[in-house]
């Protein structure tokens, strides 16, 4: 009998993934016209992915750059 993975620990990770923090942004008629030709260009469906990727891949490059230090 092959070796599964646990159920109970697929149903925590799945739980861990849920997007429960609602942020909203606003952007001006350019900034929203550079999206909108952003998606256009380069047939983006869902803004909030881009949004999303977006901000993390610059926070987490952010973090990288800027390690915490001792003192």
Same mark, same amino acid.
């Given at each position: 009998?092959? #070796?599964?993975?646990?159920?109970? @620990?697929?149903?925590? !990770?799945? *739980? *861990? $993934? #849920?997007?429960?923090?609602? !942020?909203?942004? @606003? $952007?001006?008629?350019? %900034?929203?016209?550079?999206?909108?030709? @952003?998606?256009?260009?380069?047939?983006?469906? +869902? =803004? *909030? #992915? $881009? @949004?999303? %990727?977006?901000?993390? %891949? =610059?926070?987490?490059? %952010?973090?990288?750059?800027?390690?915490? +230090?001792?003192?």
């Amino acid at each position: 009998m092959p #070796v599964g993975i646990d159920p109970e @620990y697929l149903k925590k !990770q799945k *739980a *861990a $993934l #849920v997007r429960r923090h609602r !942020q909203v942004i @606003y $952007l001006n008629d350019s %900034e929203m016209a550079a999206i909108d030709r @952003y998606c256009d260009k380069f047939r983006v469906g +869902t =803004k *909030a #992915v $881009l @949004y999303r %990727e977006a901000i993390m %891949e =610059k926070v987490l490059s %952010e973090l990288d750059d800027n390690p915490p +230090t001792l003192f």
